[in-house]
């Protein structure tokens, strides 16, 4: 989900729709501007993927507290939040500002670290199952015997 979020912000931004909604969270007072055209969906779409993501990373949150007792598992899924609440607050900053460039660039930089993070989270969560796979099954030697 983090990459398809950058992906949408590569459609916004390579669509020109950067600057489509100059409001925040809203665009042009609605969630669906579909009166103010095809550029404004556009950053409307970004827009409800990113909160996907945040719904998502909440539920990961907890899980992760709630199931994983690896410190490295918890400071990834932690730092993961953090980083999109960031990325997401200097979205909103870059829209509010009228596009300045370097709010365009820590938007964009936050959002690789984001998904770097969810990446390191994923890398260490299929090593500790594959290490518990493989501590607790045993292959059988042989047919049985009747």
């Known amino acids: 989900l983090s990459f398809i979020i950058i992906l949408t912000g590569a459609l916004v931004r390579g669509s020109g729709a950067s600057l489509a909604c100059l409001e925040w969270p809203l665009c042009y007072g609605e969630i669906l501007p579909a009166a103010q055209g095809?550029?404004?969906?556009?950053h409307m779409f970004h827009r409800f993927a990113v909160l996907s993501l945040g719904i998502m990373l909440a539920v990961l949150l907890w899980y992760v507290f709630r199931q994983r007792r690896t410190r490295a598992a918890r400071w990834l899924a932690v730092?993961?939040?953090?980083?999109y609440l960031t990325q997401a607050a200097i979205g909103a900053f870059f829209v509010l500002s009228?596009?300045?460039?370097?709010?365009?660039?820590?938007?964009?930089?936050?959002?690789a670290c984001t998904w770097g993070a969810l990446v390191a989270l994923s890398v260490i969560e299929t090593m500790?199952?594959?290490?518990?796979t493989q501590a607790t099954w045993q292959p059988q030697s042989g047919p049985a015997q009747a």
């Open 128 to 132: 500790n199952i594959r290490q518990t």
């Open 38 to 42: 095809q550029l404004a969906l556009i």
């Open 79 to 83: 730092t993961a939040l953090l980083l």
């Open 98 to 111: 009228l596009g300045t460039p370097i709010w365009g660039a820590l938007h964009v930089g936050t959002a």
